[in-house]
């Protein structure tokens, strides 16, 4: 008895000299940095709706009659944006179809179900812009886009492979949505040559006609020498890269809610035109005129011609100059505006992003300059015009030592050397639509990977000029196999990975398109909430 | 009397007419958050609110292409304004207030004026920028009412009926600016009722001591220990210490809970939850095998602790319906807790009583605890796999620091409650029934 109450009061006496601060244990640091940690939320989104009548071709207009539940199902999700209240888009590709369900022809990028599952389970292709709330519910009334032209036979000059199935009204290769200040809802697709402005607080029962606000670029024509839409660089169908019109399967989009340093005007659209043409190209429509109907700014970047590390393997003395783009898929593949008055892009074949000022718009109009470069090394000659040079240069390839020492491993070996690290990212914490008016810190880079299957945390480079070149270290990964790879279809794993947002809370939200066909909301679980920005 | 029932039927007919007015039964609006401050003044309180413009359905603002034409917009605003003088109600001492002063406009989606008082105030006040672009079904809808009050010192209450029809769907950030007092925020939903923003003591008391009895009757993990807990006991008199611990020990961490003392990572909710259903495992364990009932009071007291946090998470939404007056909301919630923790126990004794008369004492005691275990393990194991998802806090100096105050913490309760049980068994000798006794009396009987 007696031996317990020295042990209690010896506990309690050891207790309390920690406990109230008179002893602090040094050894361990008092003041680590706290990079953001994340965990999964398995119960987002929610079950998608399940309307009795629904038919795809008919859509919003129930079928009379049919009281099967149809469940939407998404295909392939290959963009997803926030608005000002935290309502999460997502642009899939679950329309574009060429097999049949159900009497409607798909192909492998229709929603994730095949006849025997949609015919047994009555579930049908959602619409192509599904909008969710913050809690996983989806809002019908916002989600919108009409299946029925991917039927129609009209495809316009589109003279591709693959014109089977496609839209003809919303942008064919459905791809990056950006939601503005003013609350619009832009699109852009990568097997088109368009982008398009919906207001979705009026979208529902017209279906995609009702909230079309605006399109740059015109159906099925690129700006190439023959109008196809494609990434040639030579040859009859060769991109052009500088039309004041016509873009060439853009991928991405971000809105100024600022005044442009160039426009003189608020509502800079920023155009990522990168997979057929290599060029962020600004338009606004205070510049509209007779002779400028689209309200062309200018524009710059041009490819480099190849990549610096193809196939993994580094082009030996031959790198990208700054300022150009890789050639390949995606180049540039994003467009996002910091609270730096900086635009940040993805030259993703090189897994960098590139930083430029606004005024870089000042380089176009120009005199249409060869599309690839032919000497760097030549400042002012004609080929390098589109050429602005960056502010910086952050290459995504290292590993923070003190995160992780074995970057020998052989997974994050290949991770590295593969040529889509810089698919999307995300300026953390962020208010993407207030851009760089946005009062959080941006610390942070949210890095999508692509084929690395994970997405990371980088420290956002903050120093001024003459730092062109930043290896950024990666600070910490958000799905839940840590550093290296993260393939798979569990939550929290990856299957390609391809474009991110975070709303005001400081959830992020990652769409996984081809075969992975999600969208998965990260939560952060700091212990510090200094995530927690509730705006309205 | 009458005035009440007057007033509560002219809430039912607002709620029927205007709430039916201003939505229609569409799917959940893209956003459903409103932001207001209340100011008090010597003279006039000042309600200043945001509300999103697609919760105000109805309106018919021209439209100049798909954006709202400012310069024409004027005299639908002006009807929005009056909709939402009747939307928002606002009662001095029960008596609803009639502003004298209402201004507008819309406002653009991206507009962060509401993020302090003055700025919402002189922005709202101001003519809107009829350049401004703002799209149709986006931005808001900005009021400023200024309401003649008696005086500051009244008690104020703040309803919604904007969107009601959406019940708790619908949120309205209220922060509250009394005269002289620090400021304080709360969120009312579309089913919250009138809520008093500055509650006398009486008023918080009575609001938190029905809600301690509301969770514990609808806590079916708590009801389901407690019964655990007095399934061997046949009389009040051997509770007395168990219930003491139990009472003692939920206290501590609820107003630990409540002064933010408690662990914050995210892996903690899950594991209070996880904890919660172990402790009802155990018990009902420990009746099975039939344990020493004289040392039930450490074990119940050592739960009672994790019991304790999870009665904050009840609490933790409504103690912004507190006012100044936290303490005394806290120990009418725990009042509450005790009040309907005897509740339970005047039926669930007898009850057992009952079931002692046609089942043999021990037999019922181990069937009872079975049962209880079965439903308390399928809860443990899905809390387990919920907290496994958690991720766990790292030990760095300040998790050490918050682990020894805890612990000096749970060290002093054990010790508090020793001694209390020390004194009443001193206090009351003859009294105080010993358990164990009954329980090995029970369990040779049954052998």
Redesign the interface.
């Known amino acids: 008895m007696k031996s317990g109450r020295i042990l209690y009061v010896g506990a309690l006496v050891v207790a309390l000299v920690v406990g109230l601060g008179l002893w602090k244990p040094t050894h361990v640091k008092a003041h680590r940095e706290r990079v953001p940690k994340f965990r999964v939320d398995v119960s987002w989104p929610k079950e998608l709706p399940a309307p009795t009548g629904y038919n795809q071709a008919t859509w919003p207009t129930p079928t009379p009659g049919d009281n099967v539940a149809h469940r939407w199902v998404q295909g392939e999700v290959a963009g997803n944006c926030t608005d000002q209240w935290d309502n999460i888009y997502t642009f899939n590709r679950a329309w574009q179809v060429g097999a049949s369900v159900n009497g409607v022809l798909q192909n492998n990028e229709s929603g994730a179900i095949d006849g025997n599952d949609a015919t047994a389970a009555g579930a049908l292709p959602s619409p192509p812009v599904v909008a969710f709330a913050p809690d996983g519910r989806t809002i019908k009334e916002r989600s919108f886009g009409n299946p029925t032209l991917w039927l129609a036979g009209a495809h316009g000059a589109y003279t591709g492979t693959s014109a089977i199935g496609r839209s003809a009204y919303m942008p064919y290769g459905a791809h990056g949505c950006f939601v503005d200040y003013q609350g619009y809802l832009w699109v852009g697709g990568n097997g088109d040559g368009v982008i398009q402005k919906y207001n979705p607080a009026v979208a529902g029962p017209a279906g995609a006609a009702a909230t079309y606000v605006l399109q740059i670029g015109t159906k099925d024509v690129c700006d190439t020498a023959s109008g196809i839409c494609g990434s040639s660089l030579t040859g009859a169908n060769a991109a052009l890269n500088h039309s004041t019109t016509l873009l060439n399967e853009p991928p991405d989009i971000s809105v100024d809610p600022e005044v442009g340093p160039v426009s003189g005007c608020t509502g800079d659209i920023y155009v990522a035109d990168g997979y057929g043409n290599a060029r962020i190209v600004v338009f606004n429509p205070c510049k509209v005129t007779a002779g400028n109907p689209s309200g062309y700014v200018g524009q710059w970047g041009t490819s480099c011609g190849h990549n610096e590390v193809p196939n993994g393997t580094p082009f030996p003395g031959n790198p990208c100059p700054l300022g150009t783009y890789g050639t390949g898929a995606g180049h540039p593949h994003c467009v996002v505006l910091g609270n730096d008055g900086l635009v940040y892009t993805c030259d993703r074949p090189n897994g960098r992003i590139e930083v430029f000022e606004k005024t870089c718009a000042a380089y176009g109009p120009q005199p249409p300059p060869a599309m690839v470069i032919t000497n760097p090394n030549l400042p002012n000659s004609s080929s390098n015009q589109m050429i602005c040079p960056p502010k910086r240069v952050i290459y995504i390839t290292n590993f923070g030592p003190e995160n992780y020492p074995a970057v020998s491993s052989p997974q994050v070996a290949a991770a590295l050397s593969a040529g889509t690290r810089a698919c999307d990212i995300d300026l953390y914490p962020n208010v993407d639509y207030l851009a760089d008016t946005s009062p959080t810190s941006q610390r942070y880079i949210l890095n999508t990977d692509l084929d690395g299957d994970n997405n990371y945390i980088l420290e956002k480079p903050t120093s001024g000029s003459g730092d062109i070149t930043a290896t950024s270290p990666i600070l910490g990964s958000i799905g839940k196999c840590g550093f290296g790879p993260c393939p798979g279809h569990n939550a929290g794993e990856f299957a390609y990975s391809h474009t991110n947002s975070s709303d005001s809370k400081g959830n992020f939200y990652v769409a996984e398109t081809i075969t992975g066909r999600r969208i998965q909301k990260f939560v952060p679980v700091d212990d510090d909430d200094h995530h927690d920005h509730d705006h309205h | 009397m009458l005035r009440t029932r007057i007033l509560v039927f002219a809430f039912l007919s607002f709620v029927l007419f205007v709430g039916c007015s201003l939505t229609v039964a ?6 459903t ?1 409103m ?1 207001s401050f209340v100011k008090i003044e010597p003279h006039q309180a000042d309600f200043v609110a ?1 509300v ?1 413009v ?1 919760l105000v359905r109805g309106l018919a603002y021209p439209l100049k ?2 954006q709202y034409d400012l310069a024409l917009s004027q005299p639908v605003t002006e009807q929005a304004i009056a909709m939402l003088a009747q939307g928002f109600i606002l009662l001095e001492n029960d008596v609803r207030l009639t502003p004298s002063k209402t201004t507008g406009h819309l406002s ?3 507009d ?1 004026s ?2 302090d008082y003055a700025t919402a105030v002189e922005e709202t006040d101001k003519p809107l920028d009829p350049s401004v ?8 809808l900005d009021i400023h009412f200024v309401y003649p009050i008696s005086s500051p010192k009244s008690v104020f209450r703040i309803q919604s009926l904007v969107a009601a029809d959406l019940g708790s769907l619908t949120k309205l ?1 209220v922060r509250y600016m009394p005269l002289g007092e620090p400021s304080r925020a709360m969120i009312i939903t579309g089913d919250s009722g009138a809520v008093v923003l500055n509650p006398a003591w009486y008023h918080a008391a009575a609001g938190f001591v029905v809600l301690g009895v509301e969770h514990i009757l609808s806590g079916i993990d708590h009801l389901l220990f407690l019964f655990c807990l007095v399934i061997p006991y046949r009389r009040w008199r051997g509770l007395i210490s168990v219930i003491t611990a139990f009472t003692i020990a939920h206290s501590v961490t609820l107003f630990a809970s409540a002064f933010n003392l408690a662990p ?3 892996w903690f909710p899950p594991f209070v939850e996880m904890a919660i259903a172990a402790s009802i495992v155990y018990m009902a364990l420990e009746n099975i095998v039939g344990a020493d009932l004289r040392r039930r009071w450490v074990i119940t007291g050592m739960f009672g602790l994790v019991h304790g946090f999870g009665f904050s998470y009840a609490l933790g939404q409504q103690l912004q319906f507190a006012g100044s007056h936290l303490l005394v909301s806290l120990f009418s919630f725990n009042v509450g807790i005790e009040i309907g923790q005897l509740m339970v126990l005047a039926v669930m004794l007898p009850a057992l009583a009952l079931f002692r008369r046609v089942v043999p004492e021990r037999v019922g005691v181990i069937i009872l605890s079975a049962l209880a275990a079965h439903i308390a393990w399928h809860w443990m194991m899905e809390r387990w796999q919920a907290l496994k ?3 766990w ?6 998790s ?2 918050t682990l ?5 913490a749970l ?2 309760a ?2 508090a409650a020793r001694l209390l049980v020390n004194w009443l068994g001193r206090k009351f000798p003859s009294r105080v029934e010993l358990p164990e006794t009954r329980m090995e009396q029970t369990t040779r009987a049954a052998s």
């Open positions: 569409h799917d959940l609006p893209a956003n958050i932001n945001r999103p697609d292409g798909d653009p989606a991206a962060r509401f993020e672009g703002i799209a149709n079904g986006m931005g808001y950030t914050k990572g995210a998802q958690a991720p806090p790292t030990l760095d100096a300040d050490i620091i020894a105050r805890w612990a000096a060290l002093l054990f010790g």
